[in-house]
């Protein structure tokens, strides 16, 4: 995934695809929308690449009509809910942590280029030439930013393992948890810092973002890898292990896992904007909001998630 994403997000971060690829501009298509289809052209030939893998080296084994019946009695959509009573011992407070990690985390992931086009580089979408320049070079920035992100991102999951025999899985899980919460602190504290720096600048000055502004914002943006590391892999491991315990279930905890996941996600889509309305727009807002789930988060993990011990999370 850190992999994926270091790639993905060079491309973002790359103005000069339109000139790259000229064809790609027309009288209906600026340089910004020539950037953002070679992205999504560079994204197909990946997907191509993938798939044409998948279909030569995935071996497939047919099941028997009989244990086909009985792997589609047991694993329909309304079993799922069915079987939540049945959940390991813990897997509840598993789930309870797990939402609200995820709703500390997705206004971070939905808002953050935007948030650097608008608060750090106090651009505007909608807004005149100089205002979509700075914009635009934010969300470029951002994507760089996310870059960082993504390096931290894969050099840390070589240390999740060795940090959860050590100290418990719990203890990273918190921990993560509690560093969220600093970094979304940042990110309010840096957004508050942009505005005052940018409103005593001169009236002459042009449009962009200060430039100690734009490198604390990098800073946070690359060491909050840290726990999206433990984000993509500690919360499914203690699933696992839960399930271990009672002699199976995994897929069931996994499954009932990723709901825990997909419904904060759908709660920050559907309501970050009207809250940020209600505060006079911007991205500061919503992310205040995080860093204080971020901070309920780390208190409910560090009483109601289980105990498992490192020596278990590593068999």
């Not at 850190?2 to 027309?26: D, E, I, V």
């Not at 919460?181 to 508050?192: D, E, P, Q, R, W």
Request: glycine share 8%.
């Amino acid at each position: 995934m850190a992999a994926g994403n270091l790639l993905g997000y060079a491309c973002g971060s790359n103005g000069n695809w339109h000139k790259w690829f000229p064809f790609l501009m027309t009288n209906a298509c600026c340089e910004a929308c020539a950037n953002l289809k070679a992205a999504f052209l560079i994204a197909v030939v990946f997907l191509l690449i993938c798939l044409t893998v998948t279909l030569i080296f995935a071996n497939e084994v047919p099941l028997r009509d009989s244990h086909l019946t009985n792997q589609q009695q047991s694993t329909g959509f309304l079993y799922i809910f069915r079987s939540f009573k049945n959940l390991p011992p813990g897997m509840p407070s598993v789930l309870i942590v797990t939402s609200l990690t995820w709703l500390s985390w997705f206004p971070f992931i939905l808002f953050d280029t935007d948030w650097m086009g608008r608060e750090v580089y106090h651009g505007d979408p909608s807004g005149t030439d100089a205002q979509i320049h700075a914009y635009e070079q934010g969300v470029r920035e951002g994507a760089f930013g996310l870059l960082l992100n993504s390096v931290v991102l894969g050099l840390a999951s070589f240390i999740i393992e060795p940090m959860c025999r050590k100290v418990t899985p719990r203890v990273v899980w918190v921990f993560s948890n509690f560093f969220v919460f600093l970094g979304m602190v940042a990110i309010c504290i840096t957004s508050v810092w942009s505005l005052k720096r940018f409103t005593q600048g001169t009236i002459q000055q042009a449009i962009s973002a200060d430039v100690d502004v734009k490198v604390v914002s990098l800073v946070v943006f690359a060491a909050l890898g840290l726990p999206l590391a433990v984000l993509f892999s500690v919360p499914f491991a203690v699933a696992s292990q839960l399930a271990a315990k009672v002699d199976g279930g995994q897929g069931l905890c996994i499954g009932v896992l990723n709901i825990s996941i997909v419904i904060p996600q759908v709660i920050i889509a559907l309501g970050a904007g009207p809250w940020d309305a209600i505060f006079g727009h911007g991205n500061l807002p919503a992310f205040a909001l995080a860093s204080a789930l971020a901070f309920v988060s780390g208190v409910a993990g560090t009483f109601l998630l289980p105990k498992l011990s490192g020596n278990s999370f590593n068999s």
